[in-house]
């Protein structure tokens, strides 16, 4: 093969696997029982507001504070305060809530909030704390644990029932259960739903789209 031709491969491999991201989400949100043109909006939706955060909460709080040895009262160290957003994401948090909202009346309540627990203990004690970088979770558990979870308390509704306990069990497992350690993970600004979290919110769509 001319080595052109493998260049143009190499090239072309990104874009390949951008159009399956886009027919697999697009699919996912299809047989969730959204028409063909909502799930493409949906997705569009999403991958935009993937990069939109929405402030909520701005804490400030001391990061180290001068020990003051030597005549204390003829010199001040002010101790070292940072300032730390913590936002919402758009595509990560806002529209899977919303989209969860919508598919709740076609899952069963008790199976939906028991899988919802299951999902958020598994990514309560998978989520980890990363300084400088965020909250770090596996993107393939969530969804697998919630598609189990789904299966066995309502196999007629696996679909609605996995992709609600998915996307709330990882926000509230891995997010707002650890909002007390947001400030040690020196960081400026810390999102709901962003980094780390968001691949498997999208992961629990496609899974969910399986079971339906």
Known sequence: MPLIWILFLILLFPFLIFVFFIQAATFSFAKLGLSPQMAVFVFSLSLIGSVINIPISRKKFIIHEEEQQFFPFLFYYPPRVQEQIIA?????????????????????????????????????????????????????????????????????????????????????GADLLNLPHFKDLNSHAISIGGAGIFDGIFLVGVVAALLA
């Open 88 to 172: 919402v994401n758009i595509g990560g948090a806002v529209i899977p809530v919303i989209l969860s909202l919508y598919l709740l009346p076609r899952a069963p309540l008790l199976p939906t909030i028991i899988a919802t627990i299951i999902v958020t203990i598994v990514a309560k004690a998978l989520a980890k704390p990363v300084p400088g970088v965020g909250i770090s979770l596996p993107a393939f558990i969530p969804p697998l644990v919630a598609a189990a979870a789904a299966i066995l308390l309502s196999p007629s509704d696996a679909a609605p029932v996995a992709y609600i306990s998915g996307v709330l069990g990882t926000l509230i």
